[in-house]
């Protein structure tokens, strides 16, 4: 039988009687039609049985009779080059090489060694058989040594018939070391850039557990536990590391616990001076671009991890110089590296002066503190540097924190004396921004008189609040088609601006009436930016209505397909049945405006301009459509003004009556949101629960549809999607319903809710308790810019003479006593509103605020909006006496309540 016979029945055995039989040239004879009976079969190849494979495939090896070719041939994937999946074990393999002679089979196993390559899944016991059986030397490929790694780094079953292959060991520890390769090809791994070692699993050297299984299961670990045994060459190891490390693009956790794994030695870390400072200057680099926490705190232990020493580190002075203006965590890591480099002489004075500079007036208390405690140290330790010193620390009496004016004060008496005169009058100079309630003791220390701004503050204080914005008017209707297509693509790109939307809303449905045609032909362009992925509905959502006023394809995400998909908002489900409604009235065209476009940015509608609307959609004897007429007056400014009165009474529409009803009534009724006995009845609850939700009914009963109606009615929110300006100016004279409902819609903190704020503080209608309550909320969120839209919204209020100080100061108080809020953010937000001029208000704020922080025990962080008040007071001129400060005054110590207790009670007298 020929060999592709033996092959179709699946006889291994006579496969390899019958190579056994051939000729070298009569086995090759045979080989092209082998290759042609298994090509159709290729693609079934696994589903067929083992025995027809091997017989099949020990055929095809067996017809290469060079080596060359047969180690091609074993290298191909489908063949042999993943020896693991091989049928009936891969026996029949070396049955098929041994038929050669032994510089054959030696030069078999050096051709398949050689054109290893890393990363090729070679199975390298196949080549230490060989090595054993012929005693030809052992290749020292890099594809090879790969290999071999590879195969002791897991539990794979050795074949019994291969000899050689990994040793028995639980750990590829106890594989290696009892590896009689290992002496030979260990070293050279370490030596061979192309072999990879790897180190991801350094991240996980943390936890304890985590050690003991890298040291004994990964190469870099298994070359650590050699290396401490004598069986691995230390300093070999220690270049392979760093080379790895230099060309690596890591910027962190496993470069830094690797150099922590490694503990090199004193000695070791000088002669690898110049190695661990090219390290380091990237990771500098990278930190000059700054970033968030997470991103840079890899960089930040990787640098650490290097330990540069002060006179390393005296080569990229500059870098930590630079980084010193940067995020606390890179400025804190820049001011331990350059206070080192002073402590050992490393550092010129003029660079020590200019890192004061940087670091003295930064926010970070800890910074500053430390940056005092070496200048304090150094005059100490150095008197000659008195006169530097005492300059220097005079930095701080402008920091915005009178705590940190007072430890500058201090540091600066203890080295005055050694100083000398001549630095008097600049630090007099210097003392010129301190608080006044420091005043009397710079003017002691520096021999001057108080500070002439007393006698100003106290006689010709002003308070400084913005300027009341006069209403702000919506422009008239949009007067062309291709104005409306310009408006529409800037609130698909912007759906925050309430005006605009409302304009092109109006302005859909007013040229679909003058020209439909020429509407859809000037939207075309616009049509091709959709708007982004939302839950609720927004106000982009428009672009849904221009789509179906051109006869478009409903897009995926249309508002007409998320009706009903999710639970959406009260002010989502009123702006879905508006969009709707104007998509039928340019259907039908059934009117030629819109009634509910607002006269006021804040979404406020003139009683005038709606009768004049109404009159005229009564003359060309039109009904209003429902949800229009809804909104319309939802938004209506109630009025007293007689003529309005009569002439809406003169309109004979249903509609004309009801807005007349509406306008006498004086709209919807307005209803306090604090639950009755707060805040002793609500003690201990979350802030979300401290809010009434009541539906302000109309006096004489329901006149609105559904979807207006949802609007005022309790509503228990699972809202997606954060608040936005046109939730308020559907309502725009009851921003407390509103906020009662949503802005508190569920007790989780709502992120990006605070840009709503400052428009809310615009709107109309009472400012009570909920817009209160959210204003103190978000006084302390950790993001700054949405602190300051708060604060922003708390001047707003102020300027409008509409902010309940002692109610806000309540909130506060009470939000800080039950640990709702951080203290320290709190009195961030205090300090930005109280230095755009606004003193006099924060002051009457922490009049409320200090005595309930104040009482036994004391909240934390009280020190600081101490200090806060005894800035306003000074600059406010406020007086008398607060019993509770000034029991905390009197108290024994020297903590920080005490200290600006007493600064401040001494103001107030």
């Not at 020590?352 to 304090?376: G, I, N, S, Y």
């Not at 009903?564 to 969009?579: C, D, F, K, V």
Request: proline residues 6%.
């Amino acid at each position: 039988m020929t060999l592709v016979q033996l092959a179709e029945a699946g006889d291994v055995g006579g496969v390899l009687r019958e190579l056994g039989t051939l000729a070298l040239d009569e086995r090759a004879a045979q080989a092209e039609a082998l290759e042609a009976r298994r090509a159709p079969m290729r693609a079934g190849w696994h589903q067929l049985p083992q025995e027809e494979r091997a017989a099949q495939l020990a055929a095809e090896l067996g017809c290469r009779i060079d080596p060359v070719a047969a180690a091609d041939w074993i290298l191909r994937p489908e063949n042999g080059g993943d020896l693991l999946f091989l049928p009936l074990g891969g026996a029949w393999m070396l049955d098929v090489v041994n038929l050669h002679p032994v510089a054959w089979r030696a030069e078999l196993a050096a051709r398949i060694a050689d054109r290893s390559t890393p990363g090729q899944t070679v199975r390298s016991d196949l080549v230490e058989h060989l090595v054993h059986d012929t005693g030809c030397p052992v290749p020292t490929s890099d594809g090879f040594i790969q290999s071999w790694l590879r195969w002791r780094d897991n539990t794979w079953e050795h074949p019994a018939h291969l000899r050689g292959g990994p040793r028995p060991g639980a750990t590829m520890l106890e594989r290696l070391r009892t590896d009689d390769l290992t002496p030979t090809l260990l070293p050279l791994a370490l030596e061979r850039p192309g072999v990879y070692l790897g180190a991801e699993a350094f991240h996980y050297l943390l936890p304890s557990e985590g050690r003991s299984y890298v040291r004994e299961n990964t190469m870099l670990g298994v070359c650590m536990s050699l290396a401490e045994e004598g069986l691995v060459d230390r300093a070999a190891l220690i270049r392979r590391v760093l080379t790895d490390l230099a060309d690596s693009e890591s910027w962190g956790w496993n470069s830094a616990a690797l150099l922590t794994e490694l503990a090199l030695t004193p000695t070791e870390h000088a002669s690898l001076s110049r190695e661990r400072v090219a390290l380091a200057a990237p990771l500098l680099a990278r930190l000059l671009h700054d970033g968030t926490r997470a991103e840079t705190a890899p960089p930040l232990a990787y640098l650490r991890a290097l330990a540069l020493t002060p006179a390393e580190n005296a080569l990229l002075l500059r870098d930590h110089v630079a980084l010193l203006d940067l995020s606390s965590p890179v400025a804190s890591y820049a001011q331990e590296v350059l206070i080192g480099l002073d402590e050992a002489g490393l550092l010129e004075p003029d660079v020590f002066t200019e890192a004061c500079e940087r670091v003295l007036l930064r926010p970070e208390k800890k910074l500053v503190r430390a940056q005092l405690t070496r200048l304090d140290r150094a005059a100490r330790n150095e008197p000659a540097r008195a006169v530097r010193t005492v300059l220097d620390a005079a930095t701080a009496l402008g920091h915005r924190d009178v705590d940190i004016q007072e430890r500058a004060l201090d540091v600066i008496a203890r080295h005055l004396k050694a100083a000398g005169d001549s630095v008097l009058p600049q630090l007099r100079t210097a003392a010129a921004q301190i608080s006044p309630g420091l005043m009397d003791r710079a003017a002691d220390l520096f021999g001057t008189d108080a500070d002439p701004r007393t006698d100003q503050l106290t006689g010709q204080y002003a308070e400084v609040l913005p300027s009341l914005r006069v209403p702000r008017p919506v422009p008239g209707p949009i007067e062309t088609a291709a104005e409306v297509a310009q408006e529409l693509a800037a609130v698909v790109a912007n759906d925050q601006d309430t005006v605009t939307f409302e304009r092109v809303l109006d302005g859909l449905v007013r040229h679909a009436h003058l020209d439909r045609d020429a509407l859809a032909q000037a939207l075309k362009p616009v049509m091709r930016k959709e708007p982004r992925e939302v839950i609720d509905f927004t106000q982009s959502d428009v672009y849904d209505v221009a789509g179906a006023l051109r006869g478009d394809e409903p897009r995926r995400n249309a508002f007409t397909a998320r009706a009903g998909r999710h639970t959406s908002s009260p002010a989502g489900e009123l702006l879905r049945a508006r969009l709707a409604e104007a998509i039928a009235i340019i259907e039908t065209d059934a009117q030629p405006f819109l009634l509910s476009v607002p006269t006021d940015a804040t979404g406020a509608l003139d009683a005038a301009v709606l009768v004049r609307r109404l009159a005229e959609l009564d003359g060309l004897g039109i009904t209003p459509a429902p949800v229009d007429l809804a909104q319309a007056l939802l938004r209506v400014t109630p009025t007293t003004d007689e003529s309005v009165l009569g002439t809406a009474g003169q309109l004979g529409s249903d509609a004309g009556r009801r807005l007349t009803q509406w306008l006498h009534e004086g709209g919807l009724p307005h209803r306090d949101s604090r639950h009755a006995g707060w805040p002793d009845s609500r003690s201990g609850k979350h802030p979300t629960e401290w809010l009434s939700h009541e539906s302000p009914e109309p006096a004489s009963g329901p006149v609105l549809l559904p979807a207006a109606a949802t609007l005022i009615e309790p509503h228990e929110n699972v809202l997606h999607n954060p608040m936005a300006p046109f939730w308020l100016a559907q309502l725009p004279h009851h921003r407390e319903l509103v906020l009662a409902r949503d802005y508190f819609g569920y007790r989780e903190s709502s992120r990006g809710w605070a840009r709503a704020l400052p428009f809310a503080a615009e709107s109309g209608g009472p400012a009570g308790f909920a817009l209160h309550l959210a204003l103190a909320n978000t006084l302390a969120y950790d993001r700054q810019d949405e602190r300051d839209w708060a604060v922003d919204a708390l001047l707003v209020l102020a300027a409008r003479g509409q902010l309940d100080t002692g109610l806000l100061g309540r909130q506060l108080a009470e939000m800080l006593r039950g640990r709702w809020i951080e203290t320290n953010r709190v009195t961030a937000s205090l300090r930005t509103a109280a230095e755009t001029g606004a003193y006099a208000t924060v002051w009457s704020v922490l009049t409320t605020v200090l005595p309930h922080l104040l009482r036994d025990p004391a909240v934390r962080g009280t020190g600081p909006l101490l200090a806060l008040g005894v800035d306003c007071a000074s600059r406010c001129a406020a007086k008398g006496e607060i019993p509770e400060v000034t029991t905390a005054a009197g108290r024994t110590g020297s903590s920080q309540v005490v200290k600006n207790a007493r600064l401040l009670r001494k103001v107030l007298t």
